[in-house]
């Protein structure tokens, strides 16, 4: 497990406490810590060291995360938790990686993988970090989502501008959706739901409303689809909201794309990936035409 960054006699700062909670690199075999050793792949003495990271247990409003030590090896992500005393493993080619969930709120964030690892089962393995040490799973990110051949700036900004007209729509969802593009997809098609709230109730002359779904952008492109959810809203809805939560869901991995009507007057659009888990998002029935069209390109 990580060590404590204090002596004995060190007050723990309230900078020593931050620093516990960061993602560290680890860039040797000598510095992988002793419980892991054992269940990390040996490494041979003209081998290159694999892109490795660990992250410290957490106190989340969910819960007490677990330590884990991840590392990328032979086209694979090697997930190591340390959970009941003893290191867990589970190994995801990146070829059988079904749905990728980046979230991120405030100083939380999380990166999500399911797929089917090496033993060919289904699995769910969820990373819990500080969002300051966000930039150092950069790397798996980018392997676990299309690989594309590079392309000039030109067509890389083309796609971009594509996403121009949301900026008086929603403008942070707008960015959001800029910056999510791999360098060389072509988007398909873009479809921008606001935010859905229920009138619940009145009371002097103010009506007391319920966020039903959060803002939530969907973009096809010819190799991914691509979700990107703003973060709920609370009461104050005035006060400004950080983060969000994005989905990438590469088109070989989507068994298929659904649209229903719910009993609430809303539509559901529905995602059957290959593990049969389903993600789901509300839209207004004004979207019918656009839902639709979705459908339609995916059938293509």
């Given amino acids: 497990?990580?060590?404590?960054?204090?002596?004995?006699?060190?007050v723990l700062t309230g900078?020593?406490?931050?620093?516990?909670?960061?993602?560290?690199?680890?860039?040797?075999?000598?510095?992988?810590?002793?419980?892991?050793?054992?269940?990390?792949?040996?490494?041979?003495?003209d081998a290159q060291f694999p892109y490795t990271?660990?992250?410290?247990?957490?106190?989340?409003?969910?819960?007490?995360?677990?330590?884990k030590l991840i590392y990328d090896?032979?086209?694979?992500?090697?997930?190591?938790?340390?959970?009941?005393?003893?290191?867990?493993?589970?190994?995801?080619?990146?070829?059988?990686?079904?749905?990728?969930?980046?979230?991120?709120?405030?100083?939380?964030?999380?990166?999500?993988?399911s797929g089917i690892t090496s033993s060919g089962a289904a699995s769910v393995s969820t990373i819990d970090f500080n969002t300051a040490t966000a930039r150092h799973f950069a790397p798996f990110v980018n392997k676990l989502r299309p690989s594309l051949q590079s392309v000039d700036e030109t067509q890389l900004r083309v796609e971009k501008e594509k996403l121009d007209y949301l900026s008086t729509l929603n403008f942070k969802l707008m960015n959001f959706g800029r910056s999510s593009l791999v360098r060389g997809e072509t988007i398909l098609q873009i479809l921008l739901q606001p935010?859905?709230?229920?009138?619940?109730?009145?009371l002097l002359g103010n009506i007391f409303q319920k966020t039903?779904?959060?803002?939530?952008?969907?973009?096809?492109?010819?190799?991914?689809?691509?979700?990107?959810?703003d973060v709920?809203?609370?009461?104050?809805?005035?006060?400004?909201?950080y983060g969000g939560i994005w989905h990438?869901?590469?088109?070989?991995?989507?068994?298929?794309?659904?649209?229903?009507?719910?009993?609430?007057?809303?539509?559901?659009?529905?995602?059957?990936?290959?593990?049969?888990?389903?993600?789901?998002?509300?839209f207004a029935v004004s979207s019918k035409p656009e839902l639709e069209q979705l459908c339609a390109h995916f059938g293509k």
């Fill in 1 to 10: 497990m990580i060590g404590n960054l204090n002596s004995e006699n060190d």
């Fill in 15 to 45: 900078a020593k406490q931050t620093m516990i909670s960061w993602t560290k690199v680890i860039e040797s075999y000598e510095a992988v810590p002793a419980i892991y050793k054992t269940s990390f792949e040996p490494q041979s003495a």
């Fill in 53 to 67: 990271l660990l992250t410290p247990a957490l106190t989340k409003a969910k819960g007490k995360t677990s330590e």
């Fill in 73 to 113: 090896a032979d086209d694979a992500i090697h997930i190591l938790e340390w959970s009941g005393g003893q290191v867990i493993k589970k190994s995801y080619p990146y070829q059988t990686v079904n749905t990728v969930e980046m979230g991120s709120i405030l100083l939380s964030s999380w990166l999500t993988i």
């Fill in 195 to 202: 935010e859905i709230r229920k009138p619940m109730f009145a």
């Fill in 212 to 229: 039903i779904s959060p803002a939530h952008l969907v973009i096809l492109t010819d190799h991914e689809l691509i979700l990107i959810q």
């Fill in 232 to 241: 709920l809203h609370g009461r104050n809805a005035r006060q400004p909201q």
């Fill in 248 to 282: 990438y869901i590469p088109l070989r991995s989507i068994r298929s794309l659904t649209c229903s009507e719910t009993e609430n007057d809303w539509l559901k659009l529905s995602i059957t990936v290959s593990s049969d888990k389903v993600i789901e998002k509300l």
